[in-house]
């Protein structure tokens, strides 16, 4: 049997998560008892929401358990099967594969995927759980109009990225909001977005204002903080708001919040938060429309890929203080 | 021709709105020309709206012009017409009688009304603006479900009157928010609410945790303030806020705030802001609606009544400091 390598969450953080937080084990994994799969994992996919499971609480995801392995989706390539569905060389995605080299599922939360036409590691990215994120909140919560202006903030993140593509793809004008030069140059000749501000720039305010001429309709939030204070003061009579993610906020420094509800009324917004995971009735639609274009060519991503396992702590640590330009990955072989 | 009596803004409000803002007028009314109807006022509506108007700047209305009669909802009777569709007689609403002793219209804002069976008054009051407000807010954005929690503050204000009772005819749980024990009795003993808490009490915030005890799902907010935080910070996953008014923000004392985004994200909430008036196509069914309830007496409310136009100025500025127990009209005769 394989030696299993990983790790589990050794204890809660205090304010910012911290490499001490995290515990390596090294086990060796039995073998599939009737029905399971044994998965060896090529790709970890690193997450912000991993960081709201780490603390205790009421959050919207159970927490994670202390001495239990890091939850996380993967990709990978069954290795022994005694479930029917599932013969040796499948490619899968698991919505949680875990921060480990092998898992042994039943098999209900693994998928088949087809990497023939695109890497088996944009199954946990634009074509997995952070590009349905990006479907859901623009077509059912944001559905910006053609010609409106949709601003997304962490631009060229997991779920930015494909924000802006799929705003374009609606005739809409797409923003972005990115942490330097060189992700908003990204945002724009690659990403397609109109325009991109760098939230890190000393004008930042001013610069997002030129940029939303005519406000904004539609706000698809990944960070919070300052950034969504101004995109949110601009918001145009009928703006919608998407909170997907507050990832300014989940250390504790930077608390975010809407200082004028006032806003709220006279401008007529709505603002919806949501988690992808409850959209499951959505998800087949959304991949089929996200493979498509990414078979034809026509949706672009980047990736930051981290390798081994005993890099997952750092890489992860380093995403939620915008290290990582594109997707967060770890390749595990 | 009549001596018309009446008010127009003198001044824009700095801070808290003062009686040196209104200035009374007199003047003979024209005689109706082509088309046009003379309506008596028999019934000024004051309404928190009217606040946000008197300010200058970007609002969800035009802002009321300085020199102008002051906007308002009115109730009276033709006493001269040019136009067909009305006749001397007459009992009329006006979203725009204004605060004034008659007003001369070319009718398309003019509504008449049968007061056979409800007083004439209520067609500014639970069958007017303020109780579509509550039908809107109630059926179009909280679709509370049977068993779930409605919060409503301004309990026995003109619209949360109609928030309560609506609310329980859809089997949920009702609780108001009000100010002073009176007020409170009234909501549970005369409108059905379930529980009311009173925002003056010292142990507001325990007595509130008591009377939700498994928490919020919609909360219908005409306030703001203290009481809109408390009960936000309850609200259950994918609970719903009807944002309608903030009356204690709109004299710029107390800044009416959403302190930590995260529960937008954690809970799912949807949180919109509305304006009754841009839900024209749900006004027949919600007046016929109420109107039936009205006319079968299941809908009940209660009126503070100032004597005379000269009083309107007075009776707006102590509705704003909540000094009103229920709908605030003026009789003008």
Not at 174 to 197: Q, R, T
Request: proline content about 4%.
């Amino acid at each position: 049997m394989p030696l299993n390598k990983g790790f589990v969450l050794a204890s809660r953080p205090q304010g910012a998560a911290t490499e001490s937080n995290f515990r390596f084990f090294e086990k060796e994994i039995g073998a599939p008892g009737p029905g399971q799969v044994l998965v060896r994992n090529l790709w970890l996919s690193l997450d912000p929401y991993m960081r709201g499971r780490m603390d205790e609480g009421k959050s919207y995801a159970a927490s994670q358990a202390i001495d239990e392995v890091m939850v996380g989706g993967a990709a990978g390539e069954v290795v022994a099967s005694n479930n029917e569905k599932f013969k040796v060389g499948d490619k899968v995605v698991s919505a949680n594969g875990g921060w480990q080299l092998y898992s042994l599922t039943d098999g209900k939360m693994l998928n088949k995927v087809d990497d023939s036409k695109v890497p088996l590691q944009a199954f946990v990215g634009p074509l997995g759980m952070p590009g349905v994120t990006a479907w859901v909140g623009l077509n059912r919560i944001l559905t910006p109009k053609a010609g409106e202006t949709v601003v997304a903030s962490a631009a060229t993140g997991a779920v930015g990225t494909v924000v802006g593509q799929l705003a374009k793809a609606r005739g809409a004008r797409a923003v972005g909001i990115a942490g330097g030069p060189e992700k908003c140059k990204f945002a724009v000749e690659e990403l397609g977005y109109d325009i991109c501000v760098d939230h890190k720039a000393a004008d930042f305010a001013e610069q997002f204002k030129k940029a939303t001429p005519n406000g904004v309709d539609c706000l698809f939030e990944n960070v919070g903080g300052t950034p969504f204070k101004l995109a949110s003061s601009r918001m145009n009579d009928f703006g919608r708001i998407a909170v997907c993610g507050l990832i300014a906020s989940y250390e504790g420094a930077e608390r975010t919040s809407l200082d004028d509800m006032r806003l709220v009324l006279v401008r007529r917004l709505k603002i919806q938060g949501f988690i992808v995971s409850e959209f499951l009735a959505d998800w087949p639609q959304a991949l089929t429309e996200l493979i498509g274009l990414a078979s034809s060519g026509k949706l672009k991503w980047r990736e930051t890929i981290a390798e081994g396992i005993e890099n997952a702590p750092s890489a992860f640590l380093g995403m939620l203080k915008g290290r990582n330009f594109g997707k967060q990955l770890v390749k595990l072989t």
